[in-house]
């Protein structure tokens, strides 16, 4: 019998774990299709963001997207370790962490690993990723104009070092899967040539202006589950990685007409759509009625395929989180870290 966790907060409405659906990784093991974002920017504490796992557990998510750069797995450690004492089962919950871009050294991704499951509290991961497929790091709360001297451009040879020590943690049993996340297909096609455990998931912005149809349909065939990033657009990501171009799925006209006429919230919409199409979205909130509308969004009414067949129509290749930051060359455009012409972008 699942065990449902006791929780200080008072809450109206629980949704069943066992009524949401899982995907099923190449593995067997099933990922629940709707996790809690964790990454709290600059504007949202640690601790809010425990309390919001906190709150998420007790309303029935079982899926997690930590990651070590959050800076707050030390809080959330806290929050599993009460949800863990008040009945939880550690085999209920999915957790997934991420290796951040300055660990890629071999002798780092272990005991970067190690850290977040410390601070986690809990003795494996289900998922952990290459956050992102360059080394290249930066100050946190950095500006998009801010240049690592350091940075390099992907360098195959490099990550499959980084790979290899992904996949003795595998062996080694602290995680049960290891995934990529910010990939391109020419960087996958490389992976999946030379990876001794393929990756199980990748991680990547999707969302109703930004689609990727290319990309999704090559993990599906590869049978590599894609999970959905800023499902919602990001809509309280900082000014500073904001640009004229970028557009809000949230405000769509078509968008907030099918929310409209369905009494949901456009955010809503966003979720059923990305949940219907096969991703798993993980959309962020510290907002308890938002986590509930969620999670209601994957076991409630579906999308009519009309809606699904519209909103695939409102595709603008609108990347919101473009990396600017992870450049490596002064007057470099943010397109050279995602290999648009289909081949990975040289030094
Ligand atoms: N792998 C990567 O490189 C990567 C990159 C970016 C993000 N991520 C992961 O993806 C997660 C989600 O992405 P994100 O945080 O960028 O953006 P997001 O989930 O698209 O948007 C989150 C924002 O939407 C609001 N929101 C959530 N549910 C809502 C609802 N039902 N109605 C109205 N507003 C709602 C939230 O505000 P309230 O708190 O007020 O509800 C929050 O400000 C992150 O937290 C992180 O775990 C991964």
């Known amino acids: 019998m699942q065990s449902q966790p006791q929780t200080a907060t008072p809450h109206a409405e629980t949704v069943d774990p066992k009524r949401v659906t899982s995907r099923i990784l190449k593995t067997g093991a099933r990922i629940p299709a709707i996790g809690l974002g964790t990454f709290g920017s600059d504007h949202v504490s640690p601790e809010t963001v425990a309390e919001a796992v906190q709150y998420a557990a007790s309303i029935g998510y079982r899926h997690f997207d930590?990651?070590?750069?959050?800076g707050n797995?030390?809080?959330i450690g806290e929050a599993f370790r009460q949800l863990f004492q008040n009945g939880l089962r550690r085999e209920?919950?999915?957790v997934t962490s991420k290796l951040w871009n300055d660990k890629h050294g071999e002798d780092d991704i272990i005991p970067s690993c190690e850290k977040s499951l410390a601070d986690l509290q809990v003795d494996y991961l289900d998922l952990y990723l290459v956050h992102w497929p360059f080394p290249n790091h930066h100050p946190p709360g950095c500006d998009v104009t801010a240049r690592n001297p350091y940075a390099v451009p992907y360098i195959h040879q490099n990550y499959m070092r980084t790979w290899?020590?992904?996949?003795?943690?595998v062996d080694r049993g602290l995680v049960r899967h290891i995934g990529t996340s910010n990939m391109t297909i020419s960087k996958m096609k490389l992976l999946l040539r030379d990876a001794r455990i393929k990756p199980a998931v990748n991680e990547m912005e999707l969302h109703p202006h930004f689609q990727q149809p290319e990309f999704f349909r090559f993990l599906v065939d590869n049978g590599?589950?894609?999970i959905g990033y800023s499902p919602l657009g990001s809509p309280a990501r900082p000014e500073r990685d904001?640009?004229?171009e970028d557009t809000s799925p949230t405000e769509d006209p078509a968008i907030r007409a099918i929310a409209a006429r369905l009494g949901i919230h456009p955010a809503v919409?966003?979720?059923k759509w990305a949940d219907q199409r096969g991703q798993i979205p993980i959309p962020f909130s510290t907002n308890?009625?938002?986590?509930l509308s969620n999670l209601l969004g994957v076991v409630g009414e579906p999308l009519s395929q009309q809606d699904m067949d519209a909103i695939e129509k409102l595709d603008r290749n609108c990347r919101l989180i473009k990396g600017h930051v992870f450049l490596w060359k002064d007057n470099q455009s943010w397109k050279d870290l995602w290999d648009v012409n289909g081949v990975i972008t040289p030094a």
């Open 66 to 70: 930590c990651a070590s750069v959050y």
């Open 73 to 75: 797995e030390h809080r």
């Open 92 to 94: 209920e919950v999915w």
């Open 164 to 169: 290899r020590k992904m996949e003795e943690l």
């Open 224 to 226: 590599i589950q894609p």
């Open 242 to 244: 904001r640009t004229a």
């Open 269 to 271: 919409v966003c979720i």
């Open 288 to 291: 308890p009625k938002n986590i």
